[in-house]
């Protein structure tokens, strides 16, 4: 069995294939890795491929043409991206990017549908997770639209933390400066930096070593809303809290 195949089978969306799907989708299909910040879609190209984040971690985001960046959504392994835009037959309406350094695997679009043809239990488990991921984003922009700069804040914070600390991290470290917290929730610096002063001075968060600490995470979750969809997604694990 080829690595490709090695990694089909182990995602939750294809594991239920037989293997002779598995052996003529991997036929197809090629790896490659990335470094992080390397984008992997760019908004506005040809949606050619689906592709399967088989480790590392990446982020979906828009970039305006200033340059301002909003992030949407973030996917940890194992992940399905840019099928949405593939198997509409319209260009890609997102950026990628890895965050970390990632294995990708990337497939043709019709490769893809033949496995779905084949195994309608593939099919369904597909549909479900893009559901999922369609919730995540309306929610998103809802939330963009409408809750203030320090509920979203605070849910970012929240998200991203869970999403790059091992399970169980009783202070989670914050890999973020205030430029990029401000552009992944779409407000200016000095919004960003009222709610971070404010969130020091009431020992939810330390600066250390150039990068912030949450020291009270029930305390910052407070600040949070009670029933968002988190950014932070992963197969492995559908709805994060």
Known sequence: MSRVEELLGSNPLFAPAARESIARLASRAWLHRCVPEQLILVEGEPALNIHALASGAVRVFHMSPAGDEVTLRLFRAPAIFG?????????????????????????????????????PRCAVLMLRDV??????????EKSLAFDPVTIRLANYLIDYARWTNPEGTAEPVVRLNQDQMAAAVGVSRRSVAKDMVLW???????????????LDQAGLQGYCDPDRLALAYSLAGRRER
Request: aromatic share 4%; net charge negative; proline share 2%.
């Open 131 to 140: 559901a999922a991921r369609l919730a995540i984003s309306a929610y998103n």
């Open 83 to 119: 099928e949405a835009e593939a198997l509409s037959g319209i260009a890609y309406l997102e950026h990628v990017a890895a965050v970390e350094e990632s294995v990708i695997l990337s497939m043709p679009t019709e490769a893809v549908l033949e496995l779905l043809d084949a195994e």
């Open 200 to 214: 020091q001075k009431d020992g939810l968060l330390q600066r250390r070593e150039g990068h912030y600490v949450i």
